[in-house]
């Protein structure tokens, strides 16, 4: 059973587990390369790739953490845990791997080290994107066997699994920080000027800030507290408001507690001629329907309430 479970945890995390393979093979070598060559951008990549390793340590740990179950203390569960790691990973991209790589990239220009033989670079930076396509390829197959039809900005943004859409963004910078610190190798044994290999460190930096930037975004958001997929809402609305004895469905307001799990506030209006003890069946009656219907709806809170005196207080963004 022991290794069923195992098994299965890693199938459930192929993404962050083959990103963590990938990142900690090229991170050594990039070092290697860059020991040997004296390349600022080869070392920052090195870099790069340790911030990476770290960040999937970090979300593999959130999503252990993130499985304890309910106690007194979080009646809901530890479930938006996981997303405060992820906003951990974004910080951690931002102030190490963008902070050293721009630090670094300065230095390199200040007083550059005349570069060696670029060939080791080249076959790094080869095998290097060889591994990280790999990643890449395996985090989009993933991605988009969970987003379907949407649009991939507004997957991402809809998502509730950080982990998904953090290694994609990874990967994605990782292969253009790849391309760049290529052409900075390139470009300063062809123009004889190694500060053209600062420069190229500088701008791996900047691209890992504005990938940190936008995680730090999303990671926020799930941080503080979103609402399901409006699909989930209209389905929680139409189950409710079909039932006998519910004459209007005031407003269904609902949050993630965790990726797969759902706190859902129902107001809705009762037939006047309910009794209280029926009114009391109907609300059990309810909710086995609504969490058979919708497995991730954890959490039910239904309020009867008069429909003239409902304060809709929240009115769902366009979009």
């Known amino acids: 059973m022991a290794k ?36 600022s951008s080869m070392l920052t990549e090195g870099v790069h790739s340790v911030v990476d390793s770290g960040n999937q340590v970090l979300l593999l740990y959130g999503q252990r953490r993130a499985r304890r179950p309910a106690d007194a203390k979080h009646p809901f569960g530890y479930g ?40 080791i670079n080249y076959v790094v930076l080869g095998v290097a994107v060889l ?14 066997a969970k987003r379907g039809d949407t649009g991939w900005w507004r997957a991402i943004h809809e998502s509730k699994d950080p982990a998904g859409f953090i290694v994609l963004f990874e990967d994605s910078a990782a292969l253009i920080g790849l391309a760049v610190a290529g052409a900075g190798v390139w470009a300063s044994h062809y123009f004889g ?6 420069v190229a460190s500088i701008l791996i930096g900047l691209i890992l800030a504005t990938v940190s930037a936008l995680l730090a975004r999303e990671a926020k958001g799930l941080l503080i507290g979103e609402r399901a997929d409006p699909v989930l ?18 407003h269904v307001r609902t949050i993630h507690t965790a990726p797969d799990a759902v706190f859902v506030a129902i107001s809705a209006d009762f037939d006047d001629a309910l009794t209280m003890g029926a009114g009391e069946t109907l609300i059990e009656e309810l909710e086995a329907e ?7 709806l954890t959490s039910i809170y239904i309020r009867p309430e008069k429909h003239e005196e409902a304060i809709l207080s929240f009115a769902p963004a366009a979009g």
């Open 131 to 144: 591994l990280e396509g790999s990643s890449w390829t395996i985090a989009v197959r993933e991605f988009n």
């Open 80 to 119: 938006r845990e996981l997303y405060f790691w992820a906003f951990v990973v974004a910080l951690l991209i931002f102030a190490v791997g963008a902070g050293v790589s721009i630090y670094e990239g300065y230095l390199h220009i200040l007083d550059p080290e005349p570069l060696s033989d670029p060939l």
């Open 233 to 250: 809402i209209e389905r929680v609305r139409s189950v409710v408001g079909a039932k006998p004895g519910i004459s209007a469905v005031n």
């Open 193 to 198: 000027d190694p500060r053209i290999d600062g």
């Open 4 to 39: 069923d479970g195992a098994g299965a945890h890693i199938k459930n995390n192929l993404v962050l587990y083959g990103a963590l393979a990938a990142n900690l093979g090229i991170g050594v070598a990039k070092f290697i390369a860059a020991g040997i060559t004296g390349s």
């Open 290 to 296: 609504l969490k058979a219907a919708i497995p991730t």
